[in-house]
């Protein structure tokens, strides 16, 4: 039985940092192509991040990027998205989701999900 887990959400400042988790059990995450997405209320579901199962290749989207790094703890079969220099526009549902390759970024191109971990940004 396989399970993703996202962790490190919750309320920030605007210009404030999180650091995102996702640990799984059953699935080898270093295998993986990794992908995480956001929805914001009222939004699609978006892709925010992806990082190849060889870790040569590291996706950001325009809305992240220049704040956002992607990093794997093999040793720990898990993942890390930190933000930085959050704004309100950012506030959404983070999942984290895994699939054999990036698959063009998009949420229906990947296999295994997470529940999410809500990320507020307000003052």
């Known amino acids: 039985q396989w399970q993703l887990v996202e962790s490190g959400g919750g309320l920030v400042q605007p210009g404030g940092s999180l650091r995102l988790s996702c640990a799984s059990s059953?699935?080898?995450?270093?295998?993986?192509?990794i992908g995480w997405f956001r929805q914001a209320p009222g939004k699609e579901r978006e892709g925010v991040s992806c990082?190849?199962?060889?870790?040569?290749?590291?996706w950001y989207s325009n809305s992240v990027q220049g704040r956002a790094t992607f990093s794997r703890d093999n040793a720990n079969n898990r993942v890390h998205l930190q933000l930085n220099s959050l704004q309100p526009e950012d506030t959404a549902v983070y999942f984290c989701?895994?699939?054999?390759?990036?698959?063009?970024?998009?949420?229906?191109?990947?296999?295994?999900w997470g529940p999410g971990t809500p990320v507020t940004v307000s003052s």
């Open positions: 059953g699935i080898t995450l270093e295998y993986y192509a």
């Open positions: 990082m190849n199962s060889g870790d040569t290749f590291i």
């Open positions: 989701a895994a699939a054999w390759g990036c698959n063009d970024y998009r949420p229906d191109g990947m296999d295994f």
